[in-house]
Structures are given as C-alpha cells and as structure tokens.
C-alpha cells in the first residue's frame, strides 16, 4: 500500500521481543496495510534480567499501597517504555506514536492521526484507549476531529499503555517521572496530576488491543492477592485507603481546574 502521508509527520515505534516473530509480523501487515512506517523497538524482557533489583522499581513504596509487588512483566513494560522516551528525548524527536505489538487499527486511523498531528501544540499526550467504562464517568468533548472521532478529556485515570501519541516535552516529563516506579506505566499515563501533562483521549478509540493472544507481560498482573504479611500487612489497607482516596480527591481536582483552559483553548 502507498505511504500515508501522515507518516512523514511523527515518528512511529512498535515495542517487541525479538523472539515474538508472529507478533512482529502481525503488527508489520497491520501498519503497513494502513500505509504507516514504522519501527520495532526491542522490549527489555523482565524474565531476563533482575527485575525486582532494578533502580526503577520502588518495591517498598508498592507493596506498602498494594500489599504485593509488580509482575516481572510489568517491570520490563516499565522500562520498555521509558528507554522509548529516553530515545525520544536524545534524538529530540518532536513527535511519536507509540505502539506495544498486541494492536488492531481501524482503517481510519492514519485520518485520525492526521488531524491529530494539527492539533499537536494543544496537547502533550493522546491515549487510544478502547474502553467504553472511561465515558462512564464525566468527560469533557473538546473538539470534533472527524466524523467519527471527537477529542476528550476524562475525568477517571483508565489504564491501557498500547498506543498513544507523546510529543518531545512529555517524553522527557516521563522519562524523568519513571525515575522510581511503585505503578504500573498505564498508571503513570493516568496520573497527569502528577506529570503535569495535558492527556487527553479520543472518543471511540480507533485502535483497540489484540485480546486473543496472551499478554507479554504476563496474566499475574490480574493478581490481587496480597503477599505482604506481618506489620505490613496490618497497615496496608490503611495505606491502601489513602492511596484510593487521595487519587479520587486530586483526579477530580485536576479535572475541574483544566475546565477554563479548556473553554480558552479549545473554545468550548
């Protein structure tokens, strides 16, 4: 298929294990059926290295809010990201889109990108999140993009980290913010209270993730059991409370502070 030119406009990486070759293909006709060019960026495996000895991972500071550690997976999808952004940052990329290689486009999504792409000095970070609950809660419409697609803000932190759009600025904000990590990257994504970045989401989403074959990172990270005992395990629902209620308090803040900059802005 003929290059879209919305390809000449950002820079495009697709996070994979060398070893998932089926993955590496599927994404390679995926993107390439759209007429997007791309990258592979190699992944850091959390099963090959110490994951739970790393610098980034505050262990103490997540088992003390969630009572048990981050998977092995989640650690390495941590670091996979961040050494994107490290990358992002050196090279003074001005704008990427970052892809984890268990996603399905829609064939409108290079016209989204498009339109997105205008719209960049708006905004530091886009999130294609495929989750209809996220509009449960109240959202903001800040502009109509296409037909189909219009761009929001939510009020909630909605989880999923498989495709999303950074400009050069909020690359070095999360690289700087994944410094010393207790969450998981989506988490980080959806605390933008605490980067200071403007995120915002399309609505629907027009990449969703491929649910068919198992997660890289791992099923573990459904777990909720708590593995922390003793003392600890005593204050964690303490911590645990504080951590929920803070998180509410300080989303819902956010949120109502960015309504004047959205009607200046956005013209809403």
């Given at each position: 298929m003929q290059k879209h030119p919305v390809s000449d406009q950002l820079q495009i990486f697709v996070i994979n294990r060398k070893k998932d070759a089926e993955r590496r293909a599927n994404m390679s006709k995926r993107l390439g059926d759209l007429g997007l060019e791309f990258e592979f960026f190699e992944a850091v495996d959390g099963h090959q290295i110490d994951a739970y000895s790393v610098p980034e991972?505050?262990?103490?500071?997540?088992?003390?809010?969630?009572?048990?550690?981050?998977?092995?997976?989640?650690?390495?999808?941590?670091?996979?990201?961040?050494?994107?952004?490290?990358?992002?940052?050196?090279?003074?990329?001005?704008?990427?889109?970052?892809?984890?290689?268990?996603?399905?486009?829609?064939?409108?999504?290079?016209?989204?990108?498009?339109?997105?792409?205008?719209?960049?000095?708006?905004?530091?970070?886009?999130?294609?999140?495929?989750?209809?609950?996220?509009?449960?809660?109240?959202?903001?419409?800040?502009?109509?993009?296409?037909?189909?697609?219009?761009?929001?803000?939510?009020?909630?932190?909605p989880g999923g980290a498989y495709a999303y759009l950074v400009t050069s600025r909020a690359a070095e904000v999360l690289y700087n913010n994944t410094k010393r990590n207790s969450v998981q990257i989506d988490i980080i994504h959806g605390r933008h209270w605490e980067t200071g970045l403007d995120v915002l989401v399309t609505k629907p989403s027009p990449v969703s993730p491929d649910l068919e074959i198992p997660s890289t990172i791992g099923e573990t990270r459904f777990d909720k059991e708590i593995t922390v005992s003793g003392f600890k395990r005593l204050i964690f629902p303490v911590f645990r409370f504080c951590f929920k209620v803070n998180s509410s308090i300080r989303s819902r803040w956010y949120f109502a502070k960015k309504k004047q900059a959205d009607r200046r802005n956005w013209r809403i």
């Open positions: 991972y505050d262990g103490e500071k997540r088992r003390l809010y969630f009572g048990r550690d981050l998977s092995i997976g989640e650690i390495g999808c941590i670091l996979s990201h961040r050494a994107i952004y490290r990358k992002i940052t050196d090279e003074r990329i001005p704008l990427t889109l970052i892809l984890e290689d268990d996603t399905h486009f829609k064939e409108d999504f290079p016209d989204v990108l498009e339109a997105l792409v205008r719209e960049s000095k708006k905004w530091d970070m886009i999130r294609f999140l495929d989750r209809k609950k996220i509009f449960k809660a109240p959202y903001r419409i800040l502009k109509q993009l296409t037909e189909t697609y219009s761009l929001a803000r939510v009020r909630g932190i």
